[in-house]
């Protein structure tokens, strides 16, 4: 079954730490994986993407994340947290739906709680 | 993402009323997506739309419609609401040969 695990509800870490939010995943064929960031009553915003390429992608906000085939995972990263950083995140996976659409399937979500 | 707007932000409603929530984009995207968030399920695919004439179910349809007004408009409309459908709405496009989403700030519904 085409899935995407958060395996922690929440993560907590204090300023100027490093944090990391897991995610694997389960999908056929060669996965394209993302990282989303929600803030309080505000939309999704896309934060980066891996389709191809390096296994550590860079994007916004000074966030990475590292792909890692053999273990099924795509955990973001930032060296050095921010109390701004808090907020909620979701992994998402493009997998096959119908009709040739490929839809993304999205975890259950990860609050990151950043403590000054 | 500013380019992508939803009406209303909030809305309450009692059970059996229609409702509609409406969604606009200025990204010039051909692909247009409606989601359902609830807590600890993440986000659910509703309806997507690949242009005007190209509407499409997603995992979770039952109970809803959709219109594609035109490229730039995709309507979310619950027929006869019910508590379960109270929930996180959020409109996303994308443009055609792109895998990213963006998504609006999203409409809060609370069914009584």
């Known amino acids: 079954a085409q899935s995407v695990a958060q395996p922690e509800d929440q993560v907590n870490v204090a300023e100027g730490n490093p944090l990391t939010v897991k995610c694997t995943y389960s999908?056929?064929?060669?996965?394209?994986l993302f990282w989303y960031v929600q803030y309080p009553n505000r939309g999704l915003q896309f934060l980066l993407k891996?389709?191809?390429?390096?296994?550590l992608v860079k994007g916004s906000y000074g966030f990475e994340a590292e792909f890692n085939k053999s273990q099924t995972s795509f955990h973001l990263k930032k060296p050095s947290a921010l109390v701004s950083d808090s907020a909620l995140y979701f992994c998402a996976v493009r997998a096959a739906f119908s009709g040739g659409y490929n839809k993304l399937i999205f975890g259950a979500g990860t609050r990151l709680a950043v403590h000054p | 993402d500013a380019d992508v707007t939803q009406t209303p932000r909030n809305r309450i409603t009692k059970t059996g009323k229609r409702i509609m929530l409406e969604c606009s984009q200025t990204?010039?995207?051909?692909?247009m997506y409606w989601y359902r968030q609830d807590p600890g399920l993440g986000l659910r695919l509703i309806y997507y739309?690949?242009?005007?004439?190209?509407?499409n179910k997603g995992e979770i349809s039952d109970g809803y419609s959709v219109s594609r007004q035109a490229q730039a408009k995709f309507s979310l409309s619950l027929e006869s609401a019910i508590p379960n459908q109270t929930a996180l709405y959020f409109c996303?496009?994308?443009?055609?040969?792109?895998?990213?989403?963006?998504f609006g700030p999203g409409t809060r519904l609370l069914v009584l």
């Open positions: 990204k010039g995207h051909d692909r």
């Open positions: 739309s690949f242009d005007v004439k190209d509407i």
């Open positions: 996303a496009t994308s443009d055609q040969g792109r895998v990213t989403q963006y």
């Open positions: 891996y389709i191809t390429g390096d296994n």
């Open positions: 999908v056929s064929g060669n996965p394209y």
